[in-house]
């Protein structure tokens, strides 16, 4: 499994390579999934906050997450746990209970007796 990681004003160090990329290989054992395309950006502010981005294809879809924090562990943590959500969400996007017109309750109409004579 090979990581795309750019590093804007930051040097991406082996520590940082690993880290993203075992929350990637994470991901894809836990959910049982084959992810595609594996992207991600690390961007170091002039605030001295550090931004982490990054994008995950699969068969069904693509999912983009970013996180931004003073601590760059800490970022790439929350953009982990915003990648899970997404990709939670569209792996069972087809189960999810839609409405349907033919489910939908009706009106019933009260049964009338007939007298015969």
Known sequence: MKVEITGNNIDITPGIRERIEGKFKKLEAKRNLDI???????????????KVEAYATIAGGKVVASAE????????REMYQKLERQLDKLQHKGEARRATHAQAPGVEEPEVELEEE
Request: charged fraction near 25%; proline fraction near 0%; charge should be positive.
């Open 69 to 76: 924090q003073e601590d760059l562990f800490g970022a790439i």
């Open 36 to 50: 595609i395309g594996r992207h991600a950006s690390v961007t170091k502010r002039a605030n001295g906050k550090h």
